[in-house]
Nanobody
Framework: QLQLVESGGGLVQPGESLRLSCVAS????????VGWYRQAPGKEREAVSC???????EVARSVKGRFAISRDNAKKTVYLQMGSLKSEDTAVYYC???????????????????WGKGTLVTVSS
């Protein structure tokens, strides 16, 4: 069974940086589109960033220029580098994988999506 395990969340001050990691128990990470989502208290889950092996990357307008998604297929790990963090970035961040063979952004919400359990990021002074 495919599993995603996020790490790297924590409490940081506004303006600081943080890198989230997500390890996937897959045979070949290259077969999947990868994405990061977040859910702030009292709000719906929203897409943060997405990346396909065909070179397509999407980034939410609210984090453009501050966040960057990347992957290391050999380590089966997806990263989200977050910089210039703001209080409104406080949320639980979830890693997601598409179904195998899906190479488009965003991940089809009506298709197969695998989710991690999330990691909490709190930005506060």
């Amino acid at each position: 069974q495919l599993q995603l395990v996020e790490s790297g969340g924590g409490l940081v001050q506004p303006g600081e940086s943080l890198r989230l990691s997500c390890v996937a128990s897959v045979h070949a990470l290259a077969d999947y589109t990868v994405g990061w989502y977040r859910q702030a208290p009292g709000k719906e889950r929203e897409a943060v960033s997405c990346h396909t092996m065909l070179g397509v990357t999407e980034v939410a307008r609210s984090v453009k220029g501050r966040f960057a998604i990347s992957r290391d297929n050999a380590k089966k790990t997806v990263y989200l580098q977050m910089g210039s963090l703001k209080s409104e970035d406080t949320a639980v961040y979830y890693c997601a994988l598409s179904g195998a063979g899906y190479h488009s952004c965003p991940i089809d919400p009506n298709g197969k999506i695998y989710w991690g359990k999330g990691t909490l990021v709190t930005v506060s002074s």
